[in-house]
């Protein structure tokens, strides 16, 4: 905390009048900002000549750690148009997009291209049957380590925009592979196939997360309604897929169609994505918060370039961890139980039942989960393990128990309600966007300013993280059901 005479020399220049003018401003857009709300104490202080280092929030901190107050000087400029939030919305879009493509067009890998006959082996049957977990270790192995890596090659203090590039440059590469595999007949090479497939999904999601870690680190550095934004889009990217598959089948249920729709969809978005990137570079706000925090002196304890990643981890290590469980328990159940559990009595075609009730009914409360915390964020950083844990038990073993794989599963199926089901669906797709965003925005709280843009790439490993320990924990789910209990 800063002295007396020091504080009273900082804003020497600055009326009671502009002070109190600025303040009420600060107070009345802290709901979409992250600035450090211990100003309030600093200000009040200076007002009664009190200074003290009591902070004015005992729980959750909004804004980066050790803003300086001769910031309040500085205006940032306004988003004229919202145009860096539609953009970082398009740019959130296209982070998930290949994910949900491959795992959207289950039905053009599984019952098509990998459909199995009296004659097909063992291993060909295996592939079919453990298509969705192999798509998801392959995608998140590859997530993780190349996440790791692009935040620990970091030698400043934010992410680059130019690793963004080229990870897009080489997703539409491999989508356009995609597309061309889709136009050729491999009933012949299903194996062959099958590890072609997941060699591009490889190289794709590994060049998502490179994509996707760039774009958080970046945006830790913006406003938190921009981090919302950016996730507002990746869960948008999955109800345009689901939306986009359920309009197929009912247009041309043919599976090759609709892949290469799903596939052209996205190569199309990420272009988009590309093109835009080089825009929200330039505008204004976005030049302003980089330049606050290149010009930022570093203190005497950070004089090395290179960031102090485990004085960093240290600082959030809660979030990481609560992240880490909240994405296991998700990718547990969804796609691989979710998309196999089958109706009992709701009236639907079946060939409607999994593109409604499972995948678009997860994304769309996906969706809807991110929008709560523009109006609240609930609990503080210190109380959510207690909703994550009440999560996990309640979640995690509830679609098992439910009726997955009915015509191989040993185990009761004590759960079997199609209503029930549709609305486990709905509060797990809900409370994984709203957890998300809440880790998110109470990353910058928990560290200095110069420190938040490698702090939301952590974060972001260990998202990725769960999503590995959920899909290597998917494969044990089928045997399991086989088992009598």
Known sequence: MKTRLELSSSISTISMSEIEEQTNNKISSRRNSIFNPDYCKELYAISNNNITDEPCVDDVQLFPKNHSLASLNEKPPKDKWKAL?????????????????????????????LMTTSNSTDME??????????????????????SAINVFITKSKMASPMRMIVAKLVIIILLSVTI????????????????????????????????????????????????????YGTNSAGVLTSISSIISIAISPNAKTSALFYFSSAIFIVIIALITNTIFQRLPLYVHCTNNIK??????????????????????????????????????NFPNVV???????????????????????FNVFNLMGSLPVHWTVWPGPKRMWIVVLIRTLILGPFFILNNYLPDERVMPAYLANDYGFIFAVSILGFTNAYLMNCYFIYTPSLLDEDDVGVGGMIVNIFLFLGILSGGLIAFVTHPLVKYSW
Request: hydrophobic letters at 45%.
């Open 85 to 113: 939030l539609i953009i970082l919305l398009i740019q959130g879009l296209a982070t998930t997009l290949p994910w949900n493509m491959f795992i959207n067009a289950q039905s053009y890998f599984q019952d098509y291209k």
């Open 125 to 146: 049957r295996h592939y079919q049957s453990s298509f969705m977990s192999y798509v998801t270790i392959c995608s998140m192995i590859p997530s993780v380590l190349l």
């Open 180 to 231: 061309a595999l889709a136009a050729i007949n491999t009933s012949e090479y299903v194996v062959t196939f099958f590890i072609v497939t997941m060699v591009i999904i490889v190289f794709t999601n590994g060049a998502s997360a490179i994509y996707s870690n760039s774009l958080f680190g970046i945006c830790s550095i913006l406003p938190s309604r921009f981090i919302t934004t950016v996730i």
């Open 295 to 332: 010009s930022k002196p570093d203190k005497p304890e950070k004089q090395s370039p290179r960031p102090q990643f485990w004085k960093i981890f240290k600082k959030i290590w809660s979030v990481c961890f609560n992240i880490w469980l909240t994405f296991t328990i998700t990718i547990v």
């Open 339 to 361: 998309s196999q559990v089958k109706r009992k009595t709701i009236p639907i075609d079946d060939s409607y039942w999994t593109p409604v009730f499972c995948f678009l009914n």
